[in-house]
């Protein structure tokens, strides 16, 4: 394919394969034969953030307004209804491809620190791996600056149900708190999770609207887990290694997206929570020559299943 969004890069193993874009590096497709993992797009640019990268920082700032190490800096406010510059700024932005094989891909954007409101030198680079436990992805961010740079990043696949509705499955959310937000979407309080967003154990979607954070995350293991159970017996499942350390959850109750609204479940493990560049909270500071590492994946499961994906 192509098209505004550029070239888009196929990757296979087995019966698996994911399509990635030069576009923001995001994932526009995974699937294992038949069955989606991630709700697919066609169009040039993903309707809701599907499979984009959200750095270098995710979710909202306020009114795109922060300080760091005693300056002030303005972003663009790109969300106005909320008054907040949102999940960062290169998932729009052409990425390139510095390295590709038939199971693997590794893009890399570099950050010249002459954008507005962030004036870091970053190098980035993501790479996107199948292999037997699924879809890895590996991200890094190197500091290329002779200052600090403040730095937070999340990634935003949307689960699919596969041939059923929301309505129809299960979500389970390793985490143990819950973030309570103002009308902007902007933390106000973290605190324990209320029953009626208590996900530790699968729940029923029926008739449940979510666009929350979560937070702290349970780990078993190393990992963090996110589960959407479908009654067709799988689970599209996304996990995350520290310090990706929350998660943002949403049912996709939007109208304006057509046919993809409530079509999927966001689950978005990030290493900070929305306004850190403010709060603090979960916030990377990267030296200069510092390089910073996350990795997460996806894969398809059967229901109660932990040992191997399907």
Partial sequence: MSGESGEDIRIARGDAQAVVTVR?????????????VVVPYPGPTPPAMHGAILAPWPNRLADGRYEFNGRSYQLPVTEPARQAANHGFVHDRAWEVSDRGEDSVELRFLIDGELEGYPFPLELRVRYAL????????FTAANRGETAAPFGVGFHPWLSPGAAGVDECELRVAASGWVRANERLLPVEFCALPAEKDFLAPRSLRGVSLDDGFAPAVFAGERTWAELRSPDGMMSAV?????????QICTGDFPEIGVFERSGVAAEPMSCPADAFNSGRGLATLQPGETYTVRWGLCLRRTGDHARPV
């Fill in 24 to 36: 923001g590096a995001g994932l526009r497709s995974y699937r294992v034969g038949a069955r989606d």
């Fill in 131 to 138: 292999g037997d436990e699924g879809l890895a992805v590996t």
């Fill in 239 to 247: 996990w995350a290694e520290r310090p990706l350390e929350y998660w």
